[in-house]
């Protein structure tokens, strides 16, 4: 299923979330206030779940919200799953995470929308995917499960990668969620590695259920990671002259390819059973993940998503002349 937005009209003034499936059909409409823009996808066990806003806002009349809930729908039938869930605020993500920019942030449990974690003194929640969630508990990262509350590990389990651990020497290390956008992704997050003096030596990527580490990221800035959760392989980019882009056998740990990142400017969008959708220098490339091999070249665009069975959905100018904006190709 593709989900996605039905902005208002003047004959349909409310907001629409859709969803469409393999054959371009619309299963399904959730419709809400214009306000509640964002909505997030999940899953409860096997069950794959979108989760849509509502709030009292009235832009004609100027209201701001005073209430603002969540519910979830499934993805293929459109049945309310649960909610409505007061909520703090818009979804600010990662996954169901609510909250307005300087205010209290709270964690929803995609399992029955039960409050998980709200941010407080002593706790901050940093990240959650599909049920599970990652929160600071006085000064200490640990991962819970958000049906049964259950801690899943904690930061002083840990042990810090060996690029840390060189540059430690006896120093203690600690590690911290690591807040660059793009450095976490699906159920693999990106830790950073600091000592006693704060100075950063080392960052990491973790099962974000387990802990394990999948990759050690060594020194590297600002990096970037796209998780192919199918084919169990991992990219990771980091930009610049001395950046690279890696791609990392999930199940192992081992480098399947690396090459700088400037070499020849590939980045990637995003990642599906097998394939990188992205850009180079020459144009619009997809690439197979477990050799870096460009397997297709061309001047189309970068499709916006690619489902489970291989479908791309691209934004074509020629669609929307003829009453909508996305085409969906093979891939």
């Known amino acids: ?37 964002g909505f997030g996808v999940t899953r ?62 709270m964690v929803l449990s995609s399992q029955d929308g039960r409050v998980v974690a709200r941010e407080g003194r002593d706790v901050v929640p940093h990240y959650e995917h599909d049920g599970t969630v990652l929160i600071e508990r006085r000064g200490v990262l640990e991962a819970v499960d958000s049906g049964d509350r259950k801690p899943l590990w904690n930061a002083r389990d840990l042990a810090a990668p060996a690029s840390v651990v060189s540059k430690a020497g006896d120093r203690r290390v600690a590690p ?10 699906a159920d693999v997050v990106a830790l950073d590695w600091s000592s006693g003096d704060s100075r950063m030596l080392g960052s990491s990527l973790h099962d974000l259920r387990t802990g394990r580490q999948v990759a050690d990221l060594g020194d590297r800035r ?11 392989v991992i990219v990771a980019e980091s930009p610049g002259e001395n950046g690279r882009i890696t791609a990392i056998d999930r199940r192992t740990g081992a480098q399947l390819w690396q090459q700088p990142a400037h070499q020849s400017g590939l980045s990637l969008a995003n990642t599906s059973r097998g394939i990188g959708y992205g850009t180079d ?41 003829a009453g909508s904006p996305y085409v969906a190709f093979r891939a």
Request: charged letters at 20%; glycine letters at 12%; a negative charge.
């Open 1 to 37: 299923m593709f989900i996605g937005l039905v902005n208002p009209t003047p004959s349909e003034p409310d907001l629409t979330v859709a969803g469409v499936d393999g054959n371009g059909t619309t299963r399904w409409k959730v419709r809400t206030n214009p306000a509640c823009a």
């Open 44 to 105: 409860s066990g096997d069950r794959s779940l979108a989760v849509v806003l509502f709030s009292d806002a009235d832009a004609s009349g100027g209201k701001l919200a005073t209430r603002t809930t969540a519910s979830a729908f499934d993805v293929h039938t459109g049945r309310r799953a649960w909610g409505p869930v007061e909520v703090s605020g818009s979804l600010r993500g990662p996954g169901l995470t609510f909250g307005e920019s300087r205010g209290e942030r």
């Open 176 to 185: 911290a969620f690591s807040s660059a956008t793009g450095a976490s992704d």
């Open 222 to 232: 600002e990096v970037t990671t796209h998780v192919d959760e199918a084919e169990g």
């Open 281 to 321: 220098d020459l144009g619009t490339v997809h690439i197979d993940l477990r050799t870096g091999r460009v397997v297709a070249r061309g001047d189309w665009t970068v499709p916006e998503a690619v489902n489970s069975t291989g479908q791309m959905l691209v934004e074509s100018a020629a669609a929307e002349e």
